[in-house]
């Protein structure tokens, strides 16, 4: 089946056989048969696994293409599960503008376990080859980047994984399984917050870890999922199962949105400078056409002219747009970065990441246009 089709009928959900909708299972335990040894419904304890969160798994591993997936009860809990399989003295490449969370986690919780990292351009095949020391364990892929919007060459960066004997991560949260599908490009495992797109209406949080083999990996981190207990809540995945029902329906608008805006605010005089996939001026248009298939996703970020004052004003002028951190959901959402990222903050103090939602485009740029006019 196709994606469309896959997300809605895909998996099926233990019920009495008389609903559509599958049942929210909130139950904790689950009853012994009559052997007194036996879990006749196939679930005995729900930090273990429940009907809602196997629905949802099966679904997320047809969606990305893989073989198994784990869900987590956020984006960091994914990515803390896949550091805690590595080991003492391991060392980890992470792209020089990844999502700030990520790096946090190997500097501020891994750090006394003799786990290191590097930061490289990984949009820089060389520079990437460059910084795999011997004891690089780990590739971590980020494309399109969170805020940079920078692109990898999936097949590039894991052709090297192989070649130094290193694993390799991607997160794909930003692309999404719409558009990108990197376990087809050889990529080990695939991150997802589902908070974001999969999501899509800003009222769940979660993570998701793709696999593409059941390998000695899978395991550890699959027991580390039961034991550590960082899981999604059953109405948590009741809620992302409902919203995969219409993710194809909401991706082509937002990646359709967010190129008319792009385009818009390139050719404003008040804008420095805009990150985004689709537009010809992209640096790594061709890449984007050839790894991104059907649109470029719904992320923008703009440079404004001037500095912070001028770029928060923006965004205090704005209407629809809301000035509030996350993205992927329905409503368009703006964000001053630097004012979040801490200590080690990547973005210029001029960057404001955009979330394009579904609105009208026409409302969409009317309201930068209005609100342009007051910076």
């Given amino acids: 089946m196709k994606l469309e089709t896959t997300l809605i009928h895909g998996a099926k959900q233990d019920t009495d056989g008389s609903g559509i909708m599958p049942p929210i299972v909130l139950s904790t335990t689950f009853e012994r048969g009559e ?113 940079g919007i920078k692109l990898t060459d999936i097949r590039a960066v894991v052709a090297l994984a192989k070649k130094y004997n290193c694993f390799t991560v991607a997160d794909n949260t930003l692309a999404t399984p719409y558009y990108t599908n990197p376990l087809s490009y050889g990529v080990d495992i695939v991150l997802h917050s589902t908070t974001k797109y ?52 909401r991706m082509p608008i937002h990646s359709s949105n967010a190129l008319k805006l792009a385009e818009y605010l390139e050719e404003h005089l008040k804008i420095e400078k805009v990150m985004y996939p689709g537009l010809k001026s992209f640096p790594q248009h061709e890449l984007a056409r050839n790894q991104m298939n059907g649109g470029f996703g719904g992320m923008i970020s703009i440079l404004v002219c001037g500095g912070r004052d001028e770029a928060l004003k923006l965004c205090a002028a704005l209407n629809i747009f809301r000035h509030a951190t996350s993205l992927g959901g329905v409503e368009s959402l703006i964000e001053h970065r630097r004012s979040v990222e801490g200590e080690h903050a990547w973005s210029p103090d001029n960057l404001l990441r955009i979330s394009v939602g579904i609105e009208s485009a026409d409302d969409l740029i009317a309201d930068f246009e209005q609100a342009l006019e007051q910076v």
């Avoid at 699959?222 to 219409?246: E, M, N």
């Fill in 198 to 249: 999969l999501g899509g209406h800003s009222d769940l949080l979660g993570g998701a870890l793709i696999f593409r083999e059941k390998n000695e990996r899978f395991e550890f981190i699959s027991q580390f999922q039961k034991t550590g207990g960082a899981v999604p809540s059953p109405f948590d995945c009741w809620l992302l199962c409902r919203s995969l029902a219409t993710f194809s329906a």
């Fill in 35 to 147: 052997d007194g040894l036996t879990y006749p419904s196939g679930y005995l304890y729900s930090r273990y696994d429940n009907p809602n969160r196997h629905r949802l798994e099966e679904l997320l591993a047809a969606a990305e293409k893989g073989t198994a997936c784990l869900s987590f009860s956020s984006g960091l809990a994914a990515a803390l599960a896949i550091f805690q399989s590595l080991r003492s003295g391991d060392h980890v490449l992470l792209p020089d503008d990844s999502y700030f969370g990520v790096r946090n986690i190997v500097e501020k919780l891994f750090s006394g376990f003799d786990v290191t990292y590097a930061l490289c351009d990984m949009s820089d095949v060389n520079a990437t080859e460059s910084a795999i020391r011997p004891n690089t364990r780990l590739i971590w892929i980020e494309t399109p980047s969170n805020p």
